[in-house]
């Protein structure tokens, strides 16, 4: 194979697993199509913020408990000085765990 033909073949496989990456949503939208812009900010602060001290499949696994308990939680990680969230970083983050919760089609709503 002659260089250029192998550069044209590097770039398609680079370019495959560059979408085959990008197919592939991670964080708290995952498998949620479209949520509104306000939504996508919010979960991408509440990702950064959750991220810091542990994985977000760690939180992600907990859908279906219930808006009160999110809030629990959230005010629980607040408080630890090594998270770094603020009280409207808590709201923001609240906003997204409360519309995740809405949109799991597979959830018990309130389970324990």
Known sequence: MTAPGRTHWLALLTAVAVVACAEQPRGFLAGIQAP???IQQACELATVKCARCHPI????VYRGIGAARWGMYVEQMRLKPSSSITPGDAEIIFRCLQFVEQQCRDCKQGRS
């Open 57 to 60: 499949e760690r939180v992600t």
């Open 36 to 38: 509104p812009p306000s």
